[in-house]
């Protein structure tokens, strides 16, 4: 009778067991067709990972991108995936920094307020629908338009696109704007297939987007990793180095280092600086980086009744910091100290404030004499921690610095949607530490963030002659004189210690031997411009 | 015996009740995901406004009431991240997180059932302490911890095996054996203990008393009747699998439930959160129940009341 | 008399240990002879205790000092590394010796801690079920199925994003998510328990029945919520660890092994010292606690005696 009993449970744990492994192996297979079309597709990708396909591509990110929303995200990580399979009509050419044709043939100002470009003939999308002016109009008025597109603030100058032929169209604006070109570079700037959209709908193009880059969309599995295969129609020659590129999405900081280390992936990106030497001096890898348009500040409060409101307070925190030994320390030396959020590169950029930092103990700790704090000032500073480059070490440190001069911080991490909560909320305290990039590469964007108007209640920086100098700038379309109220501007903010500002990151991807990459400023990555070695 | 399995099943009902309940509360606690959304520097119109439309502003009955609604009729809402219904995305990652879980249950009845039985045959020598020691050392460790060195050591140092993603029975032995530890541990110590217990029972001393073989008498009959309760724990630990799978998962890249919820936590995507807790639930609900069945099933000394 | 009836419950050792108190010290070491995991137990959490309370006098630093000229030192042991940080320092030059010792007193207190939250909840729960039955009963079951449905640390995970978590906070979220099985174990016990005719007879006789339930019930409990608190308290300092792994443990400047731990893990393969002394007191400690918690459940569960 037992014995029975036991064998009947044998079986059923058996069967339970069985069932359980064919249903996970039948619905992986079902998942993958339902998100891919093509079973094949994941059978490849694993294999090219795993066995070391020659032509497929494997990169690492720390994040899954975002969404194939191209105007409804800000995410550099989500636009450095897209950037392999759209196209912008002007793009920026990293050397010279300046805008050069992509998929507009040329382009000219018409007049203060309108520019004419003309599109390359013969560029089709992956689905075979040719480019014209409607999907231009189509791409661009979009973010223009909607007011709940994340890219909207971006794109709101831009009135509206006159389409005058199959090829050609105009771009109005509502004001002068300078930085035209450089708006339509960036984020959100991606040139969509319009018919495809009427046709099938927004939805069915973010589960099948099409666009004209040299890769076209084969599956995203959420988390996990992004399949591009070959465009064999790239309107600029088909890519013959790559069949195939996968991003992987590997969260884990160790486990990314392990995977380029074991050859896993060919590309890693955010390499903590602990494991620069290591995957240097590991045969078959190297570091390639570059400084990215992404600088580390502190922000502080200038609301009434915070010390920081006083400038002798700013300056002494400035002061204290020592920006050579947090590069030193903890980032190899690979951080650029710098008094200004704009960096070389970028429009408006200002040399003298730039790879430069003060630095004077016994000053900061006078000024703090001054302002009445000569027995010590107690600070609060949050930071993120986990999403910039040694984040939290780097407050950690600057709190450790200013305890030198008597300033007590008590340094708060916070989680990042907190954080963002908080800051909206003007619930933030003395010091706040961001890093921002600038993928416009035009100082507006970059002193958008002193903006009195916008941070109101939040941070209440305000300076009427530097606002004076802006807002003349944003219009101005004598680029000579704007650049140099830009240069201005920023004397004015390092004088007022507006926001002491830390220093320009650095991008870290560490490449296996096999191939050549090397980044470039603005994050993306061109796999176009990877090659391999041998 | 029917009768209480019927009303075992109705039992559920309330307690699927209940968790929606408490999830839906800490989500409704939660705030919103409107900031997230949003530029850094929308307007703070724009966020009443997609507040609005989200149907934030509902006082919390009534939203209890919609997402109930909704909910019965199998939608969870959709996840503002992947514009997807969150439902199909969940149901999309589990055959993965089921595929890790099952490696490791196996891997650990594997591990766990010699070591059980070895240290109970010989108790309170330094070999069962060893035995022993290794069990609770399994269950001590840190799971990520213990995920990162065994990268190290057999992905980066050795190169057995390949370091994370899932693909080939390859990848889920690095993450399984991760995983098992803590579970066979616990079974390890579990099957010691009921061993030690069928051995002092009289059936076996009179076994041993008519002069059967140790073996005969250890395997036939003291371990036979100590599978009970391993049975029933390896169901029971349903729950504490999927929660190791949250760690698991994170160091080895493996794109199951775990990773998804962790994502979706760090970006406020309740829709997503509240259907893999629900979901989760459900399958955890179950085991407990398919436990509950064998155990009664096998042990007939157990009444129905 | 409830002394009397208490004592028909319990078995003769345990009554022994309970009535005899004079000699009840000495059988208590005699037992604890007896077990070899059991002493070892004993002696790692008397150690990791005396480190916790005397954490300040002991620490040659303090946690949160950090040293930029002093980085990444190796331990003493090792070339480039000295007596002055003899577990070596981390990536910002804090000496690891210091941070594990003030570690030990934030993972003892949330394990300790957020265990007596959970079994305040879950005794209290466990006796009023037990004890009244019926639908209150039906209804507080149903409760604790719901919790055990949702696995412990997915619940702290969701709880601990919504609010920023403090030591406190902590404590709090690790309790009221753990205390099922307490009430559970107690429900179950209750009701053999009011079975009983001395439990009976003191309803009989109109003693109020907050009274039963503190008199006769909770002294009956207290044996078996010890044996599995102390192993609870195992696995709480294991899920803050792996709390911190997911960024939402304790926050810096508050220190706690899993914290050091998982700050260290970047460094596992280049400055190995960072995770891996963490990595042994967490180990070492929560084996004492597991050794000793199986001792306990042996003197103190009359079913596993000889």
Known sequence: MKKKRIYFFLMVMTLVLILAACGSTDDAGDSGTEESGAEEGEGTAGEGTAEGNNNVLTIALGTDMVSFDVHNHTNTSTEAVHINMFNYLVKRDPESGEYVSDLAESFEAIDDTTWEFKLKEGVKFHNGEALDSEDVKYSLERPANDDTTLEHINYEVIEKIEVIDDLTFQIHTATPDPALLNRIARMGSAIL?????????????????????????????????????????????VNEEWEQVVFRVIPENSTRVSELLTGGVDLAVNMPPSEWDRIENNEGTHMAQETSNRTMMLFVRHTEGWPTADKKVREALDLAIDNNAISENLLSGRAVPTITRVAPGNFGFNEELYDTYNYDLERARELLEE????????????????????????????????????????????????????????????????????????????????????????????????????????????????EQQYIEAQEILAEDVAHPVLHQESINIGVSDFVNYTPTIDEMIYVETITKSE | MNNYFVRRILQIIPVLFIISFIVFTLVFVAGDPVSLMLPDDAPPEAREELRETMGLNEPFVVQYITYMGNMLQGDFGESYRFNQPALDIVLDRLPATMELAIFAIVIATAVAIPLGIWSATKQNTSLDLIATGAAVIGKAMPNFWLGIM????????????????????????????????????????????????????????????????????????????SLIPVVTITFLQTSTLVGGTLITETVF????????????????????????????????????????????????????? | MSHESQAVVNDISKDELVENRPSSLKRWMRLLWRSKTGTVGLIIVVIALLVAIFAPLIAPYQPQEINPVNMLKPPFWMENGSMENILGTDNLGRDIFSRILYGSQISILVGVMSVVVAGFIGVTVGLVSGYFGGIIDNILMRLVDSFLAIPTILFALVILAIFDS?????????????????????????????????????????????????????????????????????????????????????????????????????????????????????????????????WLRDVLDPRTQK
Not at chain 2, 278 to 299: C, E, G, K, T, W
């Open chain 3, 166 to 294: 403090g030591v406190f906070t902590l404590i709090i979220v690790l309790g009221v998510t753990n205390w099922v099985n307490y009430a559970r174990l107690v429900r179950g016990e209750v009701l053999t328990l009011k079975e009983r005719d001395y439990v009976k007879a003191a309803h009989s006789i109109g003693v109020s029945n907050f009274k039963i339930i503190v008199r006769h019930l909770l002294p009956n409990v207290i044996s078996s919520f010890i044996v599995i608190s102390t192993l609870s308290v195992a696995t709480t300092i294991i899920l803050e660890a792996s709390l911190s792994f997911l960024g939402l443990g304790v926050q810096p400047p508050t220190v706690s092994w899993g914290s050091i731990l998982s700050d260290g893990r970047d460094y596992l393969s280049t400055s190995w010292w960072l995770a891996t002394f963490p990595g042994i007191a967490i180990t070492i400690t929560v084996l004492g606690i597991i050794f000793l918690g199986d």
């Open chain 2, 253 to 305: 890249a493996w794109p199951g439930l775990g990773q998804l919820l962790i994502q979706a936590v760090n970006t406020r995507d309740m829709a997503i959160v509240q259907a893999s807790v629900f979901i989760i639930a459900i399958l955890v609900i179950l085991m407990n129940l398919i436990a509950d069945i064998l155990y009664r099933f096998l042990d007939p000394r157990i009444k129905y009341n």
């Open chain 1, 371 to 482: 302002a009445g704090y000569g027995d010590g000032l107690d600070i609060t500073l949050h930071s993120p921690r986990g999403r910039y480059l040694q984040d939290a070490e780097i407050a950690e440190m600057v709190a450790g610095m200013w305890s030198q001069i008597g300033v007590n911080a008590t340094v708060e991490f916070m989680e990042w949607s907190s954080f963002v909560d908080m800051r909206n909320a003007g619930e933030n305290k003395d010091v706040y530490l961001l890093a921002l990039g600038n993928s416009m590469f035009d100082a507006a964007n970059a002193l958008d963030w002193y903006d009195y108007e916008r941070f109101e209640g939040q941070i209440d920086y305000q300076n009427e002659e530097f606002e004076s100098l802006v807002e003349a700038a944003e219009q101005n379309m004598d680029l000579e004189e704007r």
């Open chain 2, 150 to 225: 065994l990268i190290l050591l057999f992905s980066v140092t050795l190169g057995m095996f390949p370091v994370s993603g899932r693909g080939t029975a390859m990848h889920v032995i690095l993450p399984a054996v991760t995983l098992a530890t803590g579970i066979a541990a616990e079974m390890t110590r579990l099957i010691r203990s009921s061993m030690l217990d069928s051995l002092s029972q009289d059936y076996v001393r009179t076994a041993r008393s008519k002069g059967l073989k140790d073996r005969i008498v250890v395997y036939k009959h003291a371990f036979r009747n």
């Open chain 1, 193 to 237: 297939p319009s018919q495809y959209i009427e046709e099938n709908g927004f939805d069915h193009f973010l589960s099948e987007p099409v666009g004209t880059g040299p890769f076209q969309f084969n599956e995203w599995v959420k988390d996990d990793r992004i399949v591009l295969d070959v465009y064999e129609d790239y309107f600029e020659g």
